[in-house]
């Protein structure tokens, strides 16, 4: 058995960076608006929702913590919130006894962090976390808190729902990751997702990274009033469909900076983008498309879960 692709938290960060918030324009920072995120704060927010309280020293030492963690390998140092049992413990009585507590912070890390809801890049984050976890063989017999009333449900139930919860998806899938794999032995998915290009020591990510085939929904969690009496519900108009990939448009391959190129701390990670034409097969879903050194291939889901 190939030991890739797996879902751990790196790969899940990973993925997530893929819809990152992009920054305001030049005018709507000279109006006040804040400051681009860059991906550590994507890792950063996270960690928030482990540990309300987490508090970074060092912004480069952030940086150096969020490029291991998403190559597979473990901080261990002072004050990381994924280290500490106590805190994990908590984090897991939450999900399970608050659930819509657990939710609502959730829904404020996608709406602090990631993209609008109209834009596509929420639409291949969904595909994404679905293909992973469908492809991710080791993940059967496993049982997520991906539905919006709490419950748990089977990789094969959440596989075969068409109208999927994102920030139920993203709560379910962080949680799972964190008490059940906090190993983060995802060294061989990110090699494969991000193979390394001599020439230019740039890691090209999203081309490698099967997309999911089924046509399917997805909206943003109904959250009930708070304690307060305060209307803490999305608005049901967010409700979007993800669609395949148009066969005759190109669409975006990120570049990021290989961790051996050090970049100042305050400018975080630097992106690049280039474009590639992928043609979609929608037959079967094998070969679609070919970038430099990788084949990308999409497959349906798997009947045996």
Known sequence: MKNYP?????????????????GPSNAE????????????????????????????????TLSTQASKYKAGQINN??????????????????????????????????????????????NALV???????????????????????????SRKNLLENTDICLDSLLLGLWHYILIN???????????????????????ILWPRIETWKQDIKWHRAYLHADNKGNDMSSDESTKKE??????????????????????????????????ATIYNNYGNGTIIGTLNAGTINIGGAKDDR
């Open 6 to 22: 797996r879902l751990y938290g790196g790969t899940f960060y990973l993925i997530l960076t893929g819809a990152m918030k992009p």
């Open 29 to 60: 920072i000279r109006d006040g608006k804040p400051k681009k995120y860059h991906v550590k704060d994507v890792l950063r927010g996270l960690l928030y929702l482990v540990n309300p309280n987490y508090n970074v020293i060092d912004e480069g």
């Open 77 to 122: 140092g002072d004050g990381w919130p994924l280290a500490d049992s106590v805190l994990l413990d908590a984090y897991d009585s939450k999900v399970r006894c608050a659930y819509q507590s657990a939710l609502s912070d959730m829904h404020q890390y996608v709406d602090t962090y990631l993209c609008s809801d109209s834009d596509p890049k929420m």
């Open 127 to 153: 595909e994404r976390l679905l293909s992973i976890i469908n492809d991710d063989e080791t993940l059967r017999g496993a049982r997520f808190y991906t539905r919006e009333d709490g419950k748990t449900e």
């Open 181 to 203: 794999r906090p190993e983060n032995s995802c060294q061989d998915t990110y090699t494969y997702w991000a193979p390394k290009i001599p020439e230019c020591k740039r890691r």
């Open 242 to 275: 993800a669609q395949p990939h148009d066969a005759a448009e190109p669409i975006n391959v990120e570049v990021i900076a290989d961790e051996d190129q050090k970049e100042s701390s305050d400018q975080g990670q630097k992106k690049y983008e280039q474009n």
